[in-house]
């Protein structure tokens, strides 16, 4: 196996490395099972207390809460994304410049601390601001989670590892639903306890994630990428010390596989990128702005509303609404079961079916609705019709719009497109909560729902025409690292 070159005086101004092509080679191994679990686990937690919220909503209409409207009620979870969006752009360009595993444990506590805040809010102003600052970690675990399981994972696996971390905070969301039955059942908790007591649970398991963390190393694709090219090779010797220990066998990677890499790369801003993805790489950047933007709009406009929906429409009472959620989250976490095929497939054919598939189930639903032949139930088995067709590609968004750029701005790539999405996404909840009104009137409602429908069907369409096809394929091959010199070749 190649070694990094050491760096020792007289420095040189480059070295050969073989590390990407060295982790790219790897065989699913414990490691990459424990990258999964402490990463996952952290959005496992935030689809737990994302559900819980969300089902309180209906309970903070109460006069015998805090007595908000449905416009505030609906306005809570844009402020969350308001401050995903800026949680993101600072924390991606935290993760660029320091690592990736340092943010693992800053953005988590933030996390933890919007939360708690939230629980012992007094007002509707005081949840406001607390919701956004609960967002802003969520939004910097996004950005730093994706980046790292892009570089950790090997290529093969790469598609639907991101998948699978997606489909755990709907595994979270059904867990809220169950949870439901307890925190808002008012012969257990008073109106204005159960919601408070409920945003208590995610922070106190995520203390556990910090510690599983621990064990996670710093990405050496960063590592190499950012003058640290000897701690890159001692990571990825730790990895293969692993499964050889296991009594697997590892391939010999040629040395034609090995880059040259500066080892005083310049440092990466948010103007360089932005050059960087519009003047090289135009049409993997308008593709990866796309999908990330319509499924955006479509989750947060849907899911922000659903209990509003069910409650309005249908009169459905807070407790109960557990029932139909966890069918709803039933339906995407089921979604990663064809993840692998965005893998062996590929990423445009596999995101053009969920993309468009899920747009044709979500008008009909919209039209159904209309003429009112639905039941509470009958339009939940629809939404999960059309969210386990939407979910993998959902997923997959994320690392179509992170594994297509340089490893020296994916963080902050995958971020500025983020925050494009969400901004767009924040608009949903306020939008549908407005068409929803208090439950008389269906017709503008079918009409958001035929937009949406439209929107994540476009984002199909242009991801089949402009997306890179990067399955299987190295990080490296699919976009040169910046710091990466090319060298000429004997005539």
């Known amino acids: 196996m190649d070694s990094t070159t050491s760096t020792k005086d007289p420095a040189p101004t480059t070295f050969r490395t073989l590390v990407p092509a060295r982790l790219d080679r790897l065989p699913w191994t414990s490691f990459h099972t424990v990258v999964l679990v402490g990463l996952g686990t952290s959005w496992f937690l935030n689809g737990v207390e994302i559900q819980l919220f969300s089902q309180g909503g209906v309970v903070l209409l109460g006069s015998g809460s805090l007595g908000l409207s449905t416009a ?63 967002g802003f970690g969520v939004g910097g675990e ?57 945003l208590c649970v995610g922070p106190v398991l995520c203390i556990g994630v910090m510690f599983l963390r621990r064990s996670i190393p710093e990405s050496a694709r960063w590592l190499m990428t950012h003058g640290h090219g000897a701690e890159a090779e001692k990571v990825t010797a730790g990895i293969e010390a692993r499964v050889l220990s296991h009594g697997r066998t590892l391939d010999e990677v040629p040395a034609d596989k090995a880059i040259t890499i500066r080892t005083d790369p310049e440092k990466v801003t948010y103007w360089m990128a932005l050059k960087v993805m519009f003047k090289r790489y135009p049409k993997r950047s308008f593709a990866a702005l796309s999908v990330l933007t319509t499924q955006g709009f479509l989750y947060n406009a849907i899911f922000f509303t659903f209990s509003l929906v069910l409650a309005n429409f249908y009169g459905i009472e807070p407790a109960a609404l557990s029932y139909y959620i966890f069918i709803f989250g039933a339906g995407n976490a089921l979604g990663a079961l064809v993840g692998p095929l965005f893998d062996t497939v590929g990423r445009r054919l596999m995101m053009l079916v969920s993309y468009c598939g899920s747009g044709i189930v979500l008008a009909f639903t919209g039209w159904l609705f209309y003429i009112n032949v639905l039941s509470a139930l ?58 929803i009104g208090d439950g008389t009137e269906r017709g503008p409602l079918m009409v958001g729902y ?42």
């Open 72 to 134: 505030q009620v609906a306005l809570l979870p844009s402020l969350y994304l308001v401050g995903e969006m800026l949680g993101a752009l600072v924390f991606a360009r935290l993760a660029d410049l320091f690592g990736r595993r340092k943010l693992f444990f800053v953005t988590l506590g933030v996390f933890i601390v919007g939360n708690l805040l939230s629980a012992i809010a007094p007002s509707f102003w005081f949840l406001l601001v607390f919701r956004f600052i609960a």
């Open 142 to 198: 996004q950005v730093a989670i994706v980046s790292a399981i892009d570089e950790m994972i090997p290529a093969k696996y790469r598609g639907r590892a991101n998948i699978f971390i997606g489909a755990t905070i709907w595994v979270g969301v059904m867990v809220g639903a169950l949870a439901g039955f307890v925190f808002y059942n008012p012969e257990i908790f008073p109106p204005n306890v159960g919601w408070r007591v409920a």
């Open 378 to 435: 009958t339009i939940t088995l629809l939404w999960l019709v059309t969210f386990f067709i939407a979910s993998a590609g959902a997923g997959a968004s994320y690392v179509v719009a992170s594994e297509v750029f340089p490893v020296e701005m994916r963080a902050a790539a995958l971020s500025l497109f983020f925050v494009v999405a969400q901004a767009v996404g924040a608009t949903g909840p306020i939008i549908f909560g407005t068409l």
């Open 450 to 491: 035929l937009v949406a429908a439209g929107m994540v069907a476009l984002g199909g369409v242009i991801m089949w025409f402009f997306g890179i096809e990067a399955a299987g394929k190295s990080l490296e091959d699919v976009a040169a690292p910046l710091a990466e010199v090319h060298e000429p070749t004997a005539a």
